[in-house]
C-alpha cells in the first residue's frame, strides 16, 4: 500500500520568492499617488512661463500690465505673429529664424566632433604636456566671457568678419566644457582593450575614430549637441556686439529690437518670443528621445 505525502505549501513559497525578488530588483516600482501628485505639480509649474507667454501674445499691450493679468488667451496671437514675422530685425522674423538654425547648426556640429576628437586624445593618447594642455584648456572655464568681446571684437573685424554670420560661429568652433565634457566620458566608457584590438587588426587612426570611438560617444554626443545648441540658439550678448546695424540678425537680436516705440509693447515682444522658443521645441521633441534613448544605452552598456 502506497501512502502519498501530505503537499506543503512551503516549497512552493521558497520557489516563488526570487521571481518577486527578482522582479523588485530589475523592474520598476510603481508611482504611488504622493509621486504622481508632485509631479504633476513640477510639471504645471514647468509649464506656466510657456502658457503665460502664449496668453500675453493674444492680448493687446494694455491687458499683459494690467492688474489682475489675464489668464486665458485673447484673439490678437495672429495679429501679433504675423506682424513679428514680418517686421522683426528689419527683414522679418523668417530671415532672423535662418540665420540661427544656421549659426547653431554649425556651432553645434562643429562643438560635438572637435570635442570627441580632443576628449579621446586627452583621455586614451599618452603625448608630452597632456597634463599641461588639459590644464590650460580647463582653466578658460574661470575666465568670464565678458572678457572676451573687446578682443575677439577686433579680431573680427581685422578678418573683415564685421556684421557676418562666420564671426558667430568662428570664436565657438570648439568649447573647454565640451572637451573636458567628452574627456570624462570616454576616460570611463572607452575601455581600453578595445582600443588594442582594433590596433591589432590593423585598423588606422582615422578607422579607430570613426568605428570606435564615435559610436561608443554617441550618448555623450547627444546631450552635448543639444545644450550646444540651446545655448547658441540663446546667445545674445556676442551676436548683439558683432551684429550691431546688421540687415542679418539672428532670433535673439531681432527680438531686441521689437516693441520698441513712444512705449513698449509688451504683446508684441513676447509674441516674437514665443515664436523664437518654438524651433527648440520642435528639436526637442523630435530628438528627445533618441537623445534619453542614447543615454539609457550608454548607461547600460557602462
Known amino acids: 500500500m502506497t501512502t502519498t505525502a501530505p503537499v506543503s505549501d512551503r516549497p512552493h513559497r521558497t520557489a516563488t520568492r526570487p521571481s518577486v525578488r527578482a522582479g523588485r530588483a530589475g523592474g520598476q516600482h510603481r508611482a ?53 514675422w514680418h517686421n522683426a530685425g ?17 556651432v553645434t556640429v562643429t562643438t560635438v566632433t572637435f570635442s570627441v576628437l580632443a576628449g579621446f586624445a586627452f583621455a586614451k593618447l599618452r603625448f608630452r604636456g597632456k597634463k599641461v ?10 575666465v568670464p566671457a565678458q572678457l572676451s568681446v573687446v578682443p575677439l571684437f577686433i579680431l573680427t573685424r581685422n578678418l573683415g568678419l564685421g556684421n557676418h554670420l562666420g564671426a558667430l560661429i568662428l570664436p565657438v568652433l570648439v568649447t573647454a566644457f565640451g572637451v573636458f565634457f567628452m574627456r ?35 550618448p555623450a554626443m547627444a546631450v552635448l549637441g ?27 537680436v531681432a527680438l531686441a529690437g521689437l516693441g520698441t516705440g513712444w512705449s513698449t509693447d509688451w504683446s508684441v515682444i513676447t509674441a516674437g518670443a514665443l515664436m523664437g522658443t518654438l524651433p ?20 547600460i552598456k557602462g
Open 32 to 84: 504611488g499617488p504622493l509621486a504622481r501628485i508632485v509631479l504633476g505639480l513640477a510639471a504645471l509649474a514647468s509649464l506656466f512661463p510657456l502658457y503665460w507667454t502664449l496668453v500675453a501674445a493674444s492680448t493687446d499691450s494694455h491687458a499683459v500690465v494690467s492688474s489682475p493679468p489675464p489668464m486665458l488667451p485673447g484673439g490678437n496671437l495672429i495679429e501679433n505673429l504675423t506682424y513679428v
Open 90 to 106: 528689419g527683414r522679418g522674423m523668417g530671415v532672423a529664424l535662418l540665420n540661427s538654425t544656421l549659426v547653431a547648426g554649425a
Open 133 to 142: 594642455m588639459l590644464g590650460l584648456v580647463l582653466s578658460t572655464l574661470a
Open 184 to 218: 570624462q566620458f570616454l576616460s570611463q566608457a572607452l575601455p581600453t582593450e578595445l582600443l588594442e584590438a582594433a590596433r591589432v587588426d590593423g585598423a588606422n587612426s582615422l578607422r579607430v575614430i570613426w568605428h570606435v570611438v564615435f559610436p561608443v560617444a554617441r
Open 226 to 252: 543639444m545644450l550646444t545648441f540651446v545655448q547658441s540658439w540663446n546667445d545674445f550678448l556676442w551676436p548683439i556686439v558683432v551684429m550691431n546695424g546688421s540687415t542679418n540678425p539672428t532670433v535673439q
Open 280 to 299: 527648440l521645441l520642435l528639436v526637442f521633441a523630435l530628438f528627445g528621445r533618441h537623445i534619453v534613448g542614447g543615454i539609457t544605452q550608454g548607461a
